[in-house]
């Protein structure tokens, strides 16, 4: 039970007085408050209390759907700020990488600040203290260790500062009863709603002591986010300020007071003229750098999309707060600003799925992901330098409304006159270089104005999945504006999906106060059963003095050659100091180098491209030629960026082929469905005017033409303007195609996959004390390791060949608990598991690593072809009947998958090959098939998950088919390499180190 200690513990004057707006555009304090702290002992002599790990969701997110208007809003396709591609410059390797929370809070809210000599971070609702080598000084302790007013509270929604003009540390998150209909408090006033801080007596977290104060807000101060400014510690919250009972989103502290642990005061403000949408979260200013700001006219600023009712224009509004600590009901916020796209800020779509809360698809039936719509994310770093003042934030976006949802981050740099003034837009970017998800990002700005960008990166794709991995990107202050121009690094990648929609709900960067260049960034991973808080270390700045290097090789790139190329590179200075005069040299394959002299002058963290006088034939068609390029400078202090290296393919003209079918895909609901389809460049010619086509279930192609232009190496979805009729409850085989005349490889044309409309999804399962299947095998399915999510996963991909003449069958099923099975096929293709078509019946299974074998036998008529397999597994001893394929189990698990029914099946030529696997310590498999086969075969590799990490078609060479399969970048754990055709094939398991 959370108990709350109130005016007993301290002497509080807690009075709120409504102040009536004289002016629309401004207003007055309407909550004015005043706290004696309570002072606590150094926690190096306190006996912590453990941090608890029970798995628990914290704070349910105070929101309803973000509201739209259907049709509103600009822009309707492209956004024009989109960087699709990565920097080029080689990214900067890691300085350290360390975890500092293990625990399964959800969501876990990572925060964390660097000082002079610690780390503090913080989470949902514990923190830690590291020293800056990573070393733990206080262990994982319950926020409540800080004493005084933090008794008894751990609602959680943490912040850590640290205070760098001061050499101090906060440690915040809010108390009290948020208002829920139905539930929760049954009124928006609550005496216990308050914010909670602590700061520490000096600057050691540890060993120095802390003053605790509690700051009574009225309502909830849902999603608190802390700033600091020279005459007060600033907080925005997630407010709504059209409701008459809640007025104060904005707060300040009184910071000369708390540095001295004395009666600190708090004020709290509306924003007049604010116009959101359902959750929203404002910014103001977080100094950071030696130079304090003078007091007063503190920015607020909070994005506003034309697609909320009540805005005209996308737009950045910002406001000035001015408080009056001598008479504080002088104090006033004032709407300042609207920069919109006549100032620089180009049009942007910030709401996902029409605004609700679940938005990101995760593989398979993980739930989708909180883009976190609706907030300016923390912190925005604000820094003084001596021609201006910056400060950079960033947000989350839809890169394209017309396509399928893509998250990428928008990030701005707004700078103003040194002495004050209005601000501007100096430099826009909206960051998605490719088709993964980006987002939760955290942004900082080091003393150089240089700018370093961590976030989150995801996607869904089966064939080059990427679960919820932190990464971190950057830019030099010199270079092209409103492009991140650093390659992304990883900081740490998730082994399994995140389990909840909930993400986040934020992450962290801080700036390192001894240097004022190292980002130190604190993020959200996963584990099987953890959720994780991960700290990456980088900088931006230059390592040395002398470093120069080729960053990149510009041209030429895979496309149609010819016998005079050019070599054009980009010379980097990535050291402190300008150089001039050095040798640059290139190298294609084994040949000779060429060596010229750049005879400019590169600044320090400048590029400029070199184009080498001598040019070098590449005219063969379909050879890949290495170019190597690389700067030869005496003195250069790292060598290892001096060389850049590239594969050019010269391409065949035309080549082009449909990789990926992405609408439909299985539900309950289908319809009249348009298909959509990725189209793919794999030639060396852009291409239009050609021919796309689909089929379903093997009857006639619907041919359709593709109008644009299709460039090299691009992917483009194609929408079939005819729609088809999926409304029958039946599975669907779709197959689409490119057909173009001349095209140079036909087998990279097609792509097929099975969907079905199925009669029901039984979602919404807890597998909370692991019931449910862990591991799946059937004939040539091998499904290992299945994680859970909502209690439904769909397999439909994966499939198998069973023969009907055979007596029985075997499928093998493994869970950590006891558990009982059933399983269907769906011969008659209605998409309902009917009690005639159940083959196994409540089986049991007991808790061990042990598989459990059931036979069950298909029957001697059964329909050939495509059928759908239903499995599931559960504690029938709680509610729910396993029997029913269509009801939801308390605790369990239900899969779907595909089979193919054969009748009789001869050993073919492949099934008598050989194959045979070697693997070298750096992860290199060489794969050998010996077999009478002939024709051309598929090598395919999944993981445990079923997702396809490759896929080739190769051609036999003598008497066997070989391929070099690099696994050196994938995570360590059991992998399936299958050769084969589509309809049969031979699969062999690796074992990556």
Same mark, same amino acid.
């Given at each position: 039970m959370v108990k709350y200690y109130l005016l007993p513990v301290f002497l509080l004057i807690f009075s709120i007085g409504l102040y009536g707006q004289t002016d #629309?555009?401004?207003?007055?304090?309407?909550?004015?408050?005043?706290?004696?702290?309570?002072? %606590?002992? =150094?926690?190096?002599?306190?006996?912590?209390?453990?941090?608890?790990?029970?798995?628990?969701?914290?704070?349910?997110?105070?929101?309803?759907?973000?509201?739209?208007?259907?049709?509103?809003?600009?822009?309707?396709?492209?956004?024009?700020?989109?960087?699709?591609?990565?920097?080029?410059?080689?990214?900067?390797?890691l300085e350290l990488s360390f975890d500092v929370t293990n625990v399964s809070r959800v969501p876990t809210d990572p925060t964390g600040a660097v000082g002079p000599n610690h780390y503090v971070n913080a989470w949902n609702a514990g923190f830690a203290v590291h020293d800056k080598q990573g070393n733990l000084l206080l262990p994982h302790t319950d926020l409540e260790?800080?004493?005084?007013?933090?008794?008894?509270?751990?609602?959680?929604?943490?912040?850590?500062?640290?205070?760098?003009?001061?050499?101090?540390?906060?440690?915040?998150?809010?108390?009290? *009863?948020?208002?829920?209909?139905?539930?929760?408090? =049954?009124?928006?006033?609550?005496?216990?709603?308050?914010?909670?801080?602590?700061?520490?007596?000096?600057?050691?977290?540890?060993?120095?002591?802390?003053?605790?104060?509690?700051?009574?807000?009225?309502?909830?101060?849902?999603?608190?986010?802390?700033?600091?400014?020279? /005459?007060g510690y600033y907080v925005t919250t997630n407010q709504d300020p059209e409701d008459d009972a809640v007025e104060e989103v904005v707060f300040v502290l009184e910071r000369d007071k708390m540095l001295q642990g004395a009666e600190a005061r708090h004020l709290g403000f509306p924003l007049p003229g604010i116009r959101i949408n359902g959750f929203y979260s404002p910014a103001a200013l977080n100094a950071v750098g030696d130079q304090m700001p003078p007091p007063g006219n503190m920015p607020i600023i909070y994005f506003q999309d034309d697609a909320w009712a009540g805005i005209n224009v996308d737009h950045l509004k910002i406001w000035l707060l001015n408080v009056d600590w001598n008479n504080p009901q002088n104090s006033v916020i004032t709407e300042s600003q609207e920069l919109d796209p006549s100032q620089g800020v180009t049009p942007f779509h910030s709401t996902f799925d029409g605004g609700s809360v679940m938005n990101l698809s995760q593989v398979g039936s993980a739930p989708d992901v909180d883009a976190l719509q609706g907030a300016v994310m923390w912190p925005t770093s604000y820094r003084r330098f001596e021609t201006h003042n910056s400060v950079v934030f960033n947000f989350v976006v839809d890169v394209d409304p017309s396509q399928v949802e893509h998250a990428g981050?928008? $990030?701005? !740099?707004?700078?103003?006159? #040194?002495?004050?003034?209005?601000?501007?837009?100096?430099?826009?970017?909206?960051?998605?270089?490719?088709?993964?998800?980006? $987002? *939760?990002?955290?942004?900082?700005?080091?003393?150089?104005?240089?700018?370093?960008?961590?976030?989150?990166?995801?996607?869904?794709?089966?064939? @080059?999945?990427?679960?919820?991995?932190?990464?971190y990107t950057g830019r030099y202050a010199n270079d092209p504006l409103g492009i991140m121009t650093f390659e992304e690094e990883t900081i740490v990648e998730s082994t399994v999906p995140d389990n909840s929609?909930?993400?986040?709900?934020? +992450?962290?960067?801080?700036? @390192?106060?001894? @240097?004022?260049?190292?980002?130190?960034?604190?993020?959200?991973?996963?584990?099987?059963?953890?959720?994780?808080?991960?700290?990456?270390?980088?900088?931006?700045?230059?390592?040395?003095?002398?470093?120069?290097?080729?960053?990149a090789i510009v041209s030429p790139k895979s496309s149609t050659l010819g016998e005079e190329e050019e070599i054009t590179v980009a010379v980097r200075n990535f050291g402190s100091e300008s150089q001039s005069n050095f040798e640059v040299w290139y190298q294609v394959g084994n040949g000779p180098r060429v060596t010229e002299v750049f005879t400019g002058s590169i600044p320090s963290t400048a590029q400029v491209e070199f184009t080498f006088s001598e040019t070098v034939d590449l005219s063969q068609e379909g050879e890949t030629y290495e170019i190597s390029a690389a700067t030869d400078l005496?003195?250069?202090?790292?060598?290892?960026? /001096?060389?850049?290296?590239?594969?050019?393919?010269?391409?065949?003209?035309?080549?082009i082929g449909v990789t990926e079918i992405l609408h439909p895909m299985s539900s309950t609901s289908l319809g009249q469905e348009n298909i959509v389809v990725a189209l793919e460049n794999f030639g060396g010619e852009p291409q239009s005017g050609f021919e796309v086509g689909y089929m379903l279930n093997q009857e006639e192609w619907v041919r359709e033409v593709f109008s644009g232009t299709l460039e090299v190496d691009e992917i483009e979805a194609f929408t079939f303007s005819r729609t088809t009729d999926f409304s029958t409850q039946q599975g669907y085989q779709i197959t689409a195609a490119t057909f173009l005349e001349d095209d140079s490889n036909p087998e990279n044309d097609e792509t097929e996959t099975f969907i079905a409309h199925l009669d029901c999804i039984p979602e919404g399962s807890s597998c909370a004390f692991n019931d449910g299947i862990n591991s799946f095998y059937?004939?040539?399915?091998?499904?290992?390791?299945?994680?859970?999510?909502?209690?439904?996963?769909?397999?439909?991909?994966?499939?198998?060949?069973?023969?009907?003449?055979?007596?029985?069958?075997?499928?093998?099923?493994?869970?950590?608990?006891?558990n009982e099975f059933s399983? $269907?096929?769906?011969?008659?293709?209605?998409?309902?598991?009917? @009690?005639?078509?159940?083959?196994?019946?409540?089986?049991?299974?007991? +808790? +061990?690593?042990?598989?459990?074998?059931?036979?069950?036998?298909? #029957?001697?008529?059964?329909?050939?072809?495509?059928?759908?397999?239903?499995?599931?597994?559960?504690?029938?001893?709680?509610?729910?009947?396993?029997?029913?394929? *269509?009801?939801?189990? !308390?605790?369990?698990?239900?899969?779907?998958? %595909?089979?193919?029914?054969?009748?009789?099946?001869?050993?073919?030529?492949?099934?008598?090959?050989?194959?045979?696997?070697?693997?070298?310590?750096?992860?290199?498999? !060489?794969? %050998?098939?010996?077999?009478?086969?002939?024709?051309?075969?598929?090598?395919?590799?999944? /993981?445990?998950?079923?997702?396809?990490?490759?896929?080739?078609?190769?051609?036999?060479?003598?008497? +066997?088919?070989?391929? %070099?399969?690099?696994?050196?970048?994938?995570?360590?754990?059991?992998?399936?390499?299958?050769?084969?055709?589509?309809?049969?094939?031979?699969?062999?398991?690796?074992?990556?180190?």
């Open positions: #629309p555009e401004k207003a007055g304090p309407i909550l004015q408050g005043v706290a004696k702290p309570i002072q %606590t002992a =150094p926690l190096s002599s306190k006996d912590l209390i453990p941090a608890t790990t029970s798995p628990k969701e914290v704070n349910p997110k105070m929101r309803t759907s973000n509201k739209v208007v259907p049709g509103k809003g600009y822009p309707k396709t492209m956004d024009a700020a989109w960087q699709q591609k990565m920097g080029e410059i080689p990214g900067k390797a260790s800080l004493g005084g007013e933090f008794v008894g509270e751990r609602r959680g929604d943490p912040i850590v500062i640290y205070d760098q003009f001061a050499d101090r540390f906060l440690i915040t998150q809010f108390a009290g *009863c948020p208002y829920e209909p139905g539930r929760g408090c =049954p009124s928006k006033i609550d005496p216990t709603n308050a914010l909670l801080v602590a700061i520490s007596k000096g600057p050691d977290p540890v060993n120095d002591g802390w003053y605790t104060y509690r700051f009574p807000t009225g309502t909830f101060p849902d999603y608190p986010k802390f700033f600091v400014w020279s /005459d981050i928008r $990030w701005y !740099e707004l700078r103003q006159a #040194p002495a004050g003034g209005p601000w501007s837009v100096y430099q826009e970017g909206t960051y998605a270089p490719d088709t993964d998800h980006r $987002w *939760c990002g955290s942004i900082g700005i080091d003393k150089h104005g240089n700018i370093g960008l961590g976030f989150t990166v995801m996607n869904d794709n089966f064939e @080059d999945l990427l679960l919820p991995t932190l990464r929609s909930r993400y986040g709900d934020y +992450s962290h960067t801080s700036i @390192d106060p001894v @240097d004022n260049e190292t980002f130190w960034f604190n993020g959200e991973y996963f584990r099987p059963g953890s959720r994780l808080n991960r700290v990456g270390v980088f900088k931006i700045a230059p390592k040395f003095s002398i470093d120069v290097g080729v960053a005496e003195g250069d202090l790292e060598p290892s960026n /001096d060389l850049h290296s590239v594969e050019v393919t010269n391409l065949p003209p035309r080549d059937l004939e040539e399915i091998v499904n290992e390791n299945i994680y859970c999510t909502n209690g439904y996963l769909n397999f439909i991909g994966f499939s198998t060949r069973l023969d009907r003449q055979l007596e029985s069958h075997r499928v093998g099923v493994q869970a950590p608990t006891s399983m $269907w096929i769906d011969f008659n293709d209605n998409a309902v598991f009917e @009690d005639s078509e159940r083959l196994v019946t409540s089986g049991t299974f007991s +808790s +061990s690593s042990v598989t459990t074998a059931f036979e069950f036998e298909i #029957p001697e008529d059964a329909p050939l072809g495509e059928h759908l397999l239903r499995a599931r597994a559960g504690d029938v001893s709680y509610a729910g009947d396993l029997n029913d394929p *269509c009801d939801v189990m !308390e605790y369990g698990t239900t899969n779907d998958y %595909t089979v193919i029914i054969v009748d009789g099946v001869e050993e073919s030529e492949l099934q008598q090959g050989e194959l045979i696997i070697t693997s070298s310590e750096e992860d290199i498999y !060489e794969i %050998t098939f010996e077999t009478a086969f002939q024709s051309p075969l598929w090598l395919t590799v999944h /993981d445990m998950l079923g997702q396809k990490l490759v896929e080739n078609l190769i051609r036999k060479n003598f008497n +066997s088919y070989t391929y %070099t399969l690099d696994m050196s970048h994938v995570a360590t754990g059991v992998y399936l390499v299958r050769i084969g055709t589509r309809d049969e094939g031979r699969v062999a398991r690796i074992i990556v180190h």
